[in-house]
């Protein structure tokens, strides 16, 4: 679905492109000649912007679970960890999981897995499955 969005929205580029430039002309900035640099490059910046925002909007509707994105060993930590729990509590239990200390912490710092309550204390956020 996202990558038939992403086509349509290169496609829209050039209409954009040209709405900019018929904008620019409005304001007396452009001669109505051909479409400015100016105009092509705000273009892609509007169709980077739409990109992100269907993005964003297409992991609301579907209803994807985040869990589903990770590799294995870290769906297994995640599980692995109770609700709340401290820095060092974490640690323990990657590394009987056979993960790095670094990758853990790494992990820990990603906002769409965990809450940070108070300084080395975490809390999981809830998925439905």
Do not use: H
């Not at 590799?71 to 009987?96: C, H, M, W």
């Amino acid at each position: 679905m996202i990558s038939g969005i992403y086509s349509k929205l290169e496609m829209y580029a050039a209409r954009l492109a040209l709405i900019l430039e018929m904008m620019r002309w409005a304001c007396k900035e452009s001669n109505k000649q051909a479409i400015s640099i100016k105009s092509v490059e705000g273009a892609l910046q509007l169709v980077e912007y739409f990109k992100r925002s269907s993005v964003k909007v297409y992991s609301i509707i579907s209803n994807v679970n985040p869990l589903d994105k990770l590799p294995a060993d870290k769906q297994r930590l995640y599980s692995s960890l109770p609700n709340t729990f401290t820095t060092v509590d974490g640690v323990q239990i990657a590394e009987k999981l056979g993960i790095p200390e670094r990758t853990f912490k790494r992990f820990l710092s990603e906002k769409e897995f965990f809450t940070c309550k108070t300084w080395g204390e975490y809390e999981k956020k809830n998925f439905k499955k």
